[in-house]
Every structure is written in structure tokens, then in C-alpha cells.
């Protein structure tokens, strides 16, 4: 898991929680505007969350 921000010209930075680990797929399992220097820990839980969806999914 990682992350990154993406930023326009006048526009609020987007963080984007992102894992790569396959192959055949990029998962983005969560996206928020940037407001503050930290992320919020129900923004973590959230990812977390949705991330062991995505890899009980995925060995299915």
C-alpha cells in the first residue's frame, strides 16, 4: 500500500491510497480531498478495510 497526492493548477490536493500488487489490476480503494497534513485515522481504517475485500477477493 502507499500512497500519492495529485494537485491541479487551483485545485485542491486529492490523496489517492492505492495498492499495486497484481499484475492485471491497479486498486484504488480510496480517494479524499486533502485537507490537513494528516490523515485521518477513519480515512486508514476505511482503506484497511477495503483493502482486505479486495484480497479476499482477488483468492477467490
Request: net charge positive; glycine share 6%.
Amino acid at each position: 500500500m502507499g500512497f500519492s497526492d495529485a494537485r491541479g493548477k487551483d485545485i485542491a490536493i486529492i490523496r489517492i491510497r492505492y495498492i499495486a500488487g497484481f499484475e492485471d489490476a491497479l486498486f484504488i480503494p480510496h480517494a479524499f480531498v486533502k485537507k490537513t497534513q494528516k490523515t485521518s485515522r477513519r480515512d486508514l481504517e476505511l482503506v484497511r478495510e477495503r483493502l482486505g475485500l479486495i484480497m479476499k477477493e482477488r483468492r477467490s
